[in-house]
């Protein structure tokens, strides 16, 4: 049986309660606290909505139309967080080994984007081992044009920066604005036939989840 995203990110809570230090654990529990008591932002994408086309660069600077990745079937669009968030990396990682090879009975083809630079992707997209498309949504502008990002509590920066993570200096724009964890799936005429969106940044789409809703898509 495969071990499912949230049974890890609870691993990685745990350990992350047993080694950080009590007042930086307490900072980042009140933040997703918060997170998930605001829920899903209004006027978030949401079943039925048609994505205007978009154009972002990949790992190595090439740049992907949404067109593009659609051409032979449904796209399954994972926005995470960053390269140094590890509930997003396991969460990469998990997608690459148990739904990745599963996708071609659905022509489906699977996306990671996130506000950080090429470069940035690619150093994610090489230690995580992924061989699906990596792009890089400067300035989290498609994110924002969705309705799916959030500003970190200054709290919640601060407490970053004292264990070495800035999550400024892997972005273009020196910003801070994230994505919610969200996984779209999104068909050949860009109509969004999943949503699911994780106010709480530690919560993830479950593998069995994305492959039922792509057993409920139309075939052609």
Request: hydrophobic share 40%; charged share 20%.
């Amino acid at each position: 049986m495969m071990t499912t995203i949230a049974e890890q990110a609870n691993e990685v809570k745990a350990a992350a309660t047993s080694r950080l230090p009590a007042e930086v654990v307490a900072v980042f529990a009140s933040d997703q606290a918060a997170l998930a008591a605001g829920g899903i932002p209004t006027g978030a994408v949401a079943v039925g909505d048609q994505l205007a086309a978009f154009t972002l660069p990949d790992a190595t600077g090439e740049l992907r139309t949404l067109d593009e990745l659609t051409t032979d079937g449904p796209a399954v669009i994972v926005f995470y967080r960053g390269g140094w968030c590890p509930y997003c990396n396991l969460t990469l990682r998990t997608y690459e080994r148990d739904l990745l090879p599963q996708l071609s009975g659905y022509s489906a083809r699977l996306i990671a984007i996130s506000p950080e630079t090429p470069d940035a992707s690619l150093t994610t997209q090489e230690r995580n081992e992924l061989t699906y498309t990596v792009l890089s949504d400067t300035g989290a502008h498609l994110a924002d044009a969705l309705r799916i990002t959030f500003e970190p509590s200054e709290e919640g920066l601060v407490a970053q920066r004292t264990l070495g993570v800035d999550i400024r200096t892997t972005r273009e724009d020196g910003g801070t604005q994230l994505p919610m964890p969200t996984v779209l799936i999104v068909d050949r005429d860009r109509i969004v036939r999943f949503v699911d969106i994780h106010p709480d940044y530690t919560g993830r789409t479950e593998v069995s989840d994305i492959l039922a809703a792509l057993h409920t898509l139309p075939t052609s």
